[in-house]
């Protein structure tokens, strides 16, 4: 069994409903924490997200790995205790948005090398059309990324991760299916 777990993919791929969905699976059987990224300092990459700048990237990447190394610390406590634990986005995220803006990417590595990658991820894969049709219908807040041609190139770069981590557990599922069927396919390899 699989202890550390993240569910990755564009917004609106269905990232928090497979989240919950596969919490309630596990918990009949394990002790199960869930994690979110951004969490702490999820406020203030939210509002600096809509200032653009030449420096964006580089600041979102430092902001969303801070976060990241913030919280490795209570990951790491309940790895030890004995939790499954799932991430509601994981360091991937980093690597497919915050490079849309053309960082370095060996920077962006080396400020990643102390986050702690999960044992496997799932990314939850969806055409951008149809990530914004449930966005709307959702009805939520959007945050800057929730248009179409950026989702594209993130969704792109989601694409690359196995060429960027050969060497990383990393499984691409169809998310356009019902959440059932990606729970089940989710469930078969853990
Ligand atoms: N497999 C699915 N089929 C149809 N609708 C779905 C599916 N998964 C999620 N939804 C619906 O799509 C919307 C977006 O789902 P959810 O909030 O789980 O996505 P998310 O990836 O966590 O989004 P975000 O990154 O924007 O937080 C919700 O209204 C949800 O009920
Ligand atoms: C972890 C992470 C997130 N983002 C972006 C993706 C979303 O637009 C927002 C908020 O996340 P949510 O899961 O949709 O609530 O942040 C990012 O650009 N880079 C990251 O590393």
């Given at each position: 069994?699989?202890?550390?777990?993240?569910?990755?993919?564009?917004?609106?791929?269905?990232?928090?409903?497979?989240?919950?969905?596969?919490?309630?699976?596990?918990e009949n059987k394990y002790k199960v924490y869930v994690k979110k990224e951004p969490d702490q300092l999820r406020d203030i990459i939210l509002e600096y997200m809509d200032n653009n700048s030449d420096d964006s990237g580089y600041i979102l990447a430092l902001l969303f790995t801070a976060d990241r190394q913030i919280q490795n610390i209570e990951l790491k406590k309940r790895i030890e205790e004995g939790y499954i634990v799932i991430s509601d986005r994981t360091l991937y995220s980093t690597f497919s948005y915050q490079?849309?803006?053309?960082?370095?990417?060996?920077?962006?590595?080396?400020?990643?090398?102390?986050?702690?990658?999960?044992?496997?991820?799932?990314?939850?894969?969806?055409?951008?059309?149809d990530a914004i049709e449930r966005i709307e219908k959702r009805g939520e807040y959007k945050t800057y990324y929730e248009r179409l041609g950026i989702l594209n190139k993130v969704r792109d770069n989601f694409l690359k991760l196995k060429e960027i981590f050969p060497e990383d557990n990393i499984r691409y599922i169809d998310a356009s299916k019902k959440p059932e069927e990606i729970l089940n396919e989710i469930i078969s390899y853990l």
């Amino acid at each position: 069994m699989k202890k550390y777990i993240g569910i990755d993919g564009i917004d609106g791929a269905g990232k928090s409903t497979i989240t919950n969905l596969l919490k309630n699976h596990l918990e009949n059987k394990y002790k199960v924490y869930v994690k979110k990224e951004p969490d702490q300092l999820r406020d203030i990459i939210l509002e600096y997200m809509d200032n653009n700048s030449d420096d964006s990237g580089y600041i979102l990447a430092l902001l969303f790995t801070a976060d990241r190394q913030i919280q490795n610390i209570e990951l790491k406590k309940r790895i030890e205790e004995g939790y499954i634990v799932i991430s509601d986005r994981t360091l991937y995220s980093t690597f497919s948005y915050q490079l849309i803006y053309n960082i370095d990417i060996n920077w962006l590595k080396e400020i990643s090398k102390y986050i702690i990658k999960p044992d496997i991820t799932f990314i939850l894969d969806i055409s951008p059309e149809d990530a914004i049709e449930r966005i709307e219908k959702r009805g939520e807040y959007k945050t800057y990324y929730e248009r179409l041609g950026i989702l594209n190139k993130v969704r792109d770069n989601f694409l690359k991760l196995k060429e960027i981590f050969p060497e990383d557990n990393i499984r691409y599922i169809d998310a356009s299916k019902k959440p059932e069927e990606i729970l089940n396919e989710i469930i078969s390899y853990l």
